[in-house]
């Protein structure tokens, strides 16, 4: 658990990362090299979640690499089943990070949303939904590793 007590904005108990995978984690379908060290040290402290519409086809390997199985997101209403994923576990729970079209409504359910910039692109309507934005995944992780960071950026 994260424990972060945000000026002006309360205090937040983060139990849950949702993450995003294609686009967000993932490039072309392939994680970068360093995600599997970086993803392994969060989860002594936050439970990890992965949404995906397998894209690229190569989730299954991406599961094995993790030693989790994501959740399949099926077509047709993928950011309202994204949204309610999130709901599920307790909004006030979560972080969640993404970069698609798809992922802004579980960045705005969320309590807090993390839009990250991607080599695959990243949705205008996401970086609208999010808290704060940054240049790229391992940014974004690293900030739950030091997230008094999110305090100095996030306080009001």
């Known amino acids: 658990m994260i424990e972060l007590t945000i000026p002006g904005r309360g205090v937040f108990s983060i139990e849950h990362l949702v993450c995003d995978v294609n686009g967000t984690l993932a490039v072309d379908g392939d994680l970068p090299d360093g995600?599997?060290?970086?993803?392994?040290q969060l989860r002594d402290r936050l439970t990890l979640h992965l949404l995906t519409a397998d894209t690229h086809g190569r989730q299954a390997r991406i599961d094995?690499?993790?030693?989790?199985?994501a959740v399949r997101i099926t077509?047709?209403?993928?950011?309202?089943?994204?949204?309610?994923?999130v709901q599920q576990l307790g909004a006030d729970t979560?972080?969640?990070?993404?970069?698609?079209?798809?992922?802004?409504?579980?960045?705005t359910a969320s309590a807090l949303g993390i839009c990250v910039l991607s080599p695959e692109g990243t949705a205008v309507e996401t970086l609208l939904s999010a808290d704060l934005v940054v240049p790229d995944i391992f940014t974004a992780l690293e900030l739950l590793e030091k997230p008094l960071r999110l305090v100095a950026t996030l306080r009001k």
Not at 35 to 40: D, E, G, Q, S
Not at 64 to 69: A, D, N, P, S, T
Not at 94 to 107: E, F, H, K, R, T
């Open 35 to 40: 995600m599997i060290r970086v993803l392994t």
């Open 64 to 69: 094995q690499q993790l030693g989790l199985k």
């Open 75 to 85: 077509s047709g209403n993928e950011a309202i089943q994204k949204a309610d994923y």
């Open 94 to 107: 979560v972080v969640a990070i993404g970069q698609g079209a798809n992922d802004a409504g579980m960045l």
